[in-house]
Every structure is written in C-alpha cells, then in structure tokens.
C-alpha cells in the first residue's frame, strides 16, 4: 500500500518493451555511431572488443542497475532522490541537473546539423563548389543558419516531451529505436558489399597489439573502454535515476538493465559495421566525431553514386533517431525536477525548459565561430568537462551514495524484486563494494590528467 501511495501522481512507463526502448534510446546515441567504432580499431581492434564488452558486463551494468535502483527505490526526480539521510546530498542532484544542462546545450546543436545534412540529401545531395568539408564549415559557424537548425531539433524533443512519460518519450521510443536498428543493418550491409570493405573489418577484429602500443599502451586502453562504455550508457548523470523512478515495481531492474547493455552494444559494434568498411571502401583515414560524419561519410554517399543519395537520407535518419532520443533523456531529467520541485505543470515545465536550453544551445552555436565565444568553443569545453571529469565523479558519488545512505540491504530487495536470478545480490554487493568504485576512480584520475591537457 505504502508504494501505491508514494507512487501517487508520478508517471510510470507502460510497458517493459517501453521501458527498454526508452532507455535504449537514451544509450544509443553519437556515441555509438561516431565514436566506439574509430576507439575500437585505434586500441587493438578484436583486443579492443573483448575488453570492452567485459567492462560494459562488470562496471556498466552494476553502474546501469545502480541507477535503477536509486531512481525507484526513491521514486523520485534527481534532486529529491538524493536529498536524504542525516547529511542530506542534494549536491549529487546538482551535479545530475548541470550534466544534462551543458550536455544537452551542445547535443542540440548537432541535432541541428544532423537536420541540416538530412536536407540536404533530401533535396538531392549537392554540395556546390565550397565540398563537403567547406560546406561544414561555413554552416557550422554561421550561428543563424546553424542557430535556426539548432532550434527545430530542440522544438522536435520539446513535442515529445510535452506529451509526457507514456505518452511521449514511450511512445516515440517503441517506433524509433526499431526502425534505427532496421537502418543499422541496411547500412550495414551496403557498407559490407563495398569494394574494399574487408579493410574496414580487419580495423575493428582484427586482435591488434602493435595499435594498443602505439597508443599508449593496456592503462590507456582500459581507460578509454571504461570511458567509452559510461558515456555510451550513459551512466553518471542521473538519466537512468529519472528513468528508473518510472519504472513500476513488477518490473525486475536486472533484466531491464541487462537488455539495456545488450542492445547498446549490439548497435555499437552494427555502427562498425556500417561505418569502418564504408570508409576504408573509399579510402579515407578512419576518424571519430563530426569529421567523420559530415565530412568522410558524404564522400562514401558521392561513390554510391544515384544511390548515394537515398544512403545519405537514411544514414542521416538514422543518425538523428539516434541523437533525438538521447536529447530527450537529457531534458527529462530536467523537466522532471523542474515540475517537481515547483508548482509548475508538466507543459510549463517543458517550456520553462525549453526556453532556457534555446538560450544555451544558441550559444553554443554562436561559439563555434573561429573566434569562439569570448574565445572559447564551448561544444568541446562541455564535452570534455562532462565526459573526462563529471560523469566519473558523479557515478563514484551516487556510488557512495548507494551504500551510505540507501544502504546493501535495501539496496539489493530492490534489485531483486521480481528477478529470477537472486543470487545475483552476493555478485552484485561484491561489485558494487569493491570493483565498481576502484574502476571509476581510475577513469577519474585518467580524465582530469587528459581533460588537463585537452583545454
Ligand atoms: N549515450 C549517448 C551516446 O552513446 C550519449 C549520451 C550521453 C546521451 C549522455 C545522453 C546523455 O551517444
């Protein structure tokens, strides 16, 4: 009765398949796409592979269900769940309420770009005398027209937003996140049947131990898997908090979860697939980030030739599913503390926020001039900031968190509530406890030395 009364008023996901989309939505993002497969192929390829998936097992997963668990057991948005105890932890919150905010505030602004590249596939894939890569440039730094693109991706996530949990973010999910991985494998598979292609998988298989030397050796190979497998699931930040606090108790959080990683992974390694044999086809460097997007992948589209095009739009699509979904997660931690926490409704919130993240996102967009903003670029200063130094700190706090105030003991009833699995608590306690903190403490230390170095 108690947890039928607490639930009061709160939204809930529908259903689990909702449940898991929605999460997987959040996870799948650039990071998949732009990112795993080029940290893949430069540290040891196959080596690469194995390793990441162990650690996407041990830390992602204790990391994902902690989360889950924080998020129902307090049945709450990121600021009240942290906010207990006898010393009340409300910095925690803070923190899961400023990632969000500087993550999302550059997200929209290649949300924008993504939109911007889809049409101009759409409209034929002509990219004039200035080629792909001047054409990048001027759009990205002309604040107006990127500004412009910026705010149609952030009024697509606020229209999904605005209908809430089940009727929104669920809804959306169950349609997007299938229809991404059909793209996944169509892609996939054009990209396979390049001539050439076999390069591009003997980059991401193929056991390599000259490339882990090469670039700095086994400690910078596991920090960069450990990184990539955080910010892939996206971990850290208190998403999975807010999702978890929707999650209905029948629901068992080890078996959402494990899904979760699954799926996650699975997208990463068809995102190699589709990217890495594509690019060694047409023989460009392999590379991770907007270079490889915008500037490689339209010159694999112009070698398709006619078909090129119709490949761009897909690819473009499949992109902005992708991201759209993970901008979503993000606002929801906001708008959900936001209409909590005041009077608001659930539109003001979303609006409230709206408003707000159109600011910041037009500056970020502003900032991507040569010049910068008061010389400062502030996509990389948030990426860097949040990926290298935040993420880790907050995951070691809500850690702590976890085992100070929650406690094991409560901690674990709510883990495995409805699980078939129970003697998963002893494995997950130990981890927890011991294997999880020291992990991140090391990706910590790793991402303030490079973070140090990046700015
Ligand atoms: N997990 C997303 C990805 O792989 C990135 C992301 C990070 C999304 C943080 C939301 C929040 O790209």
Partial sequence: MSHLMENKGRSSFGSKFGFIMAAVGSAVGLGNIWRFPYIAGTYGGGLFLLLYIAIVAILGFSMLTLEFVIGRNRNANVIDAFAVGKKKRSYIGWLCIIIPFLIVSY????????????????TGGDFGSAGYEGTFGSFTSDPVASGVFTIIFLALCIIVLIFGVQKGI????????????????????VSLTMPGAIEGLKFMFVPNFESIEANGGFLQMLSAATGQAFYSLSVGMGIAVTYGSYLKKDQSIPQNALSVC?????????????????????????????????????AVFESLGGFGVVAGVLFFLLVLFAAWTSAISLLEVLISALEEKTKLSRKGATLVVAVVISITSILVAISMQPEGLFGVNLLDLFDSLTTY???????????????KVIGMKTAKEELLLNCKVQKLGKVWEFAIKFVVPVLIAFILVMGILTWTKVI
């Fill in 107 to 122: 997200y929209n602004v290649i949300g924008g770009w993504i939109i911007k590249y889809l049409a101009i596939f759409a």
């Fill in 170 to 189: 669920e809804k959306v999910s169950k349609v997007l996140m299938p229809a991404l991985f059909v793209m996944l494998v169509f892609m996939a598979i």
């Fill in 262 to 298: 699954g799926l996650d992974t699975i997208v990463a390694i068809f995102s190699g697939l589709a990217v890495l044999p594509a690019i060694f086809a047409v023989g460009i460097a392999p590379s991770a980030g907007p270079g490889l997007v915008f500037i490689s992948f339209p």
């Fill in 389 to 403: 130094v935040m993420l880790p700190l907050t995951g070691l706090l809500m850690c702590f968190f976890l085992i």
